[in-house]
């Protein structure tokens, strides 16, 4: 149990409307343009590693106890990570050429081809997001009930002004949990929030949308955190927001969350083709409350990046299996995303310099599977409720 309040049975009875909706989320590949690398090199006593690796002191520990020696004898020197997102968390091939090398006396290098890259890595773990909530008839939140199997908790607690809710996760899926994946799963770039924003995000537009009302207007007036009102008023100025009822053909969404003490809040405009079903990002715009930010350039570039890295799990990137094996092991059938994908993004970080810093490299991109979706519906009146939104489920989305 994440959050529970109020009397759900009492919310649905006051609703005017009922919403019981089911989300689904695929397993990600982390798909680094670098594979997992290591090069291991024995000085009598002394053990030297050069790797890719995000965990150099866990490293540290993991040769010294494989290899049954003193931890100050092992130097981690940890090269360019060459793209990681949380799975170079992991030391593998750390370890195996520390063994190599210890077996042969000689310096060994151990290379992951692009094959072995996607049969060993630890998948963003798919996920199932349940959802049963209502509104009354002035378009307040009446109750919300979110049942989340097996992505994480992170980013799972509503943080709307709702009385009556009740949030419970089932498992993350890693860290030697007990879980329904049949293979080695991991964190991966936000863990858990990029799915739980995905739903709780779609969830709000489908109420809006019934009620009437604007998705902006909605989530404002359902909200009481003056911090996430000011990031969604800024973002929506940014933008140029003009209020509509959704499915207003403009392709335009709008999605909030918060991500590692940061507030955030992003609008997109999408062109869905009706013949192909291909969406197309026009343009993103995305206003952070990070506090304090120390290097306001540095944070500007990784929400830039979130924002073009979210794109793939948005549209394309899914793992596909037939029964034990694994399809996908390159590039030509799991699409990351390319420069000819990219909108015109606008960012925006808030002037808190009185305020302690939070974290900045990932909160952007935990908002653009739900911006997308609530963009595709808004221009072509199909609601997706799975990621990745590829040409197949839209089509199936706009046949409903």
């Known amino acids: ?73 092992v130097r981690i020197i940890p090269a360019f990570v060459g793209g990681g997102f949380g799975g170079k968390s992991s030391n593998m091939q750390i370890i195996e050429a520390a063994r190599l090398a210890k077996l042969t006396g000689k310096p060994v290098q151990v290379e992951r081809t692009r094959k072995e890259e996607f049969f060993f890595d630890t998948f963003r773990p798919a996920a199932i997001v349940k959802i049963r909530s209502g509104v009354d008839k002035g378009g307040k939140i009446t109750f919300w ?165 979210g794109l793939g799990y948005a549209l394309k990137e899914d793992i596909h299996f037939k029964g034990g094996e694994i399809l996908d092991l390159n590039f030509d059938t799991y699409e990351i995303p390319r420069f000819s994908w990219l909108p015109k993004i606008e960012t925006e970080i808030m002037d808190k310099k009185n305020e302690d810093p939070q974290g900045g490299g990932e909160p952007a991109i935990v908002v653009m599977g739900a911006v997308i979706a609530n963009a595709i519906y808004d221009a072509s009146g199909a609601r997706v409720m799975q990621l990745p939104m590829n040409p197949e489920r839209v089509k199936e989305a706009m046949k409903g």
């Open 145 to 309: 009930n979110y049942d989340e199997y097996f992505a994480g908790e992170r980013g799972a607690a509503e943080f709307y002004n709702i009385s009556n809710t009740k949030t419970t996760v089932y498992g993350s899926g890693w860290d030697g949990e007990p879980s329904a994946h049949p293979f080695a799963t991991g964190p991966w770039r936000a863990p858990g929030n990029n799915t739980n924003t995905f739903a709780r995000e779609s969830q709000i537009d489908i109420m809006a949308a019934k009620a009437g009302i604007d998705p902006l207007e909605f989530r404002l007036k359902n909200l009481s955190d003056e911090k996430m009102k000011a990031v969604l008023k800024a973002a929506a100025d940014k933008f140029g927001w003009k209020p509509a009822k959704s499915p207003s053909g403009r392709g335009f969404g709008v999605a909030c969350a918060t991500d590692a003490g940061t507030y955030v809040a992003a609008i997109a405009e999408v062109e869905v083709n009706k013949a192909s079903c291909e969406v197309k990002v026009k343009r993103v715009t995305c206003v952070q409350d990070m506090g304090l930010a120390i290097n306001p350039e540095g944070a500007k570039i990784q929400m830039e990046g979130c924002i073009t890295m």
């Open 1 to 73: 149990m994440v959050k529970s309040e109020g009397d759900l049975k009492n919310g649905e009875e006051h609703s005017s409307d009922v919403f019981d909706k089911t989300y689904f989320d695929g397993y990600k590949a982390h798909a680094p343009i670098e594979p997992h690398a290591a090069v291991a090199n024995f000085e009598g006593k002394k053990l030297t590693i050069w790797a890719s690796t995000q965990t150099p002191f866990r490293a540290k520990e993991e040769v010294a106890e494989a290899l049954s020696i003193s931890e100050k004898n």
